[in-house]
């Protein structure tokens, strides 16, 4: 996978100055948080290193893991430390022969909208932790069926999946809980689409990688 970088030009040339595993703390949120960027170059921006089975399919692993609201994270927090909006790159690579590689720079809207999920959503987990209310959004009964279709209160179970997501994170469930919307609910996605999560079962909760928000 190295040389399938190393061989791939813009690649090398992104990652061809900077720091790794660059280590940011600061206030967002109004909460205590830590970032771990995979690669950070002062001049160029963050770079999130990702790898892929398919990358012709790799944006749509993108949307579906969450990459976006992962790296607009770490801008977020890196900007309260350092006043600046930095560029986001992301290079992935594929785990099998022959190592396709690919450079992506995010687009500063993309970046923006997920910046406002996440802030809606940290400012859910925070009133969870305040009031020590943690809805599910799952309290009726579901239809489960072969058919796929977008089903019906979707929109609200897709407001209260965030907070049962919160819930998982505080008890350490180091699995989380991905909320997941099929294509056809575009309304989720575009207004209540949950931070792509996991906890790490040490009193933090993080989106992805080495990114943390206390819970403290």
Not at 47 to 71: M, N, P, S
Not at 127 to 135: H, I, Q, S, V
Request: net charge neutral; charged share 30%.
């Amino acid at each position: 996978m190295a040389e399938g970088v190393r061989a791939h030009g813009l690649a090398r040339d992104v990652l061809s100055e900077g720091t790794a595993e660059g280590v940011v703390r600061a206030e967002y949120c109004e909460l205590p948080c830590q970032i771990g960027m995979d690669w950070f170059d002062p001049h160029r921006g963050i770079v999130d290193l990702k790898t892929c089975d398919d990358l012709d399919w790799f944006e749509a692993d993108a949307r579906r893991y969450g990459y976006v609201h992962q790296v607009a994270f770490y801008q977020a927090v890196l900007a309260k430390a350092i006043a600046l909006l930095m560029p986001v790159y992301f290079v992935a690579v594929e785990k099998k022969e022959p190592y396709r590689c690919g450079v992506w720079k995010v687009h500063e809207d993309a970046l923006a909208q997920a910046r406002r999920e996440n802030e809606a959503t940290i400012e859910r987990l925070r009133r969870c932790m305040a009031t020590d209310t943690w809805p599910s959004g799952h309290k009726n009964t579901l239809r489960f069926s072969r058919r796929i279709e977008p089903a019906t209160g979707a929109v609200e179970r897709a407001a209260g999946a965030r907070s049962d997501l919160a819930v998982s994170l505080l008890r350490g469930d180091v699995q989380g809980r991905q909320a997941q919307y099929e294509c056809e609910e575009a309304d989720i996605a575009q207004s209540g689409r949950p931070v792509a999560v996991v906890g790490r079962g040490d009193g933090r909760v993080g989106c992805g990688g080495s990114t943390s928000v206390s819970a403290r």
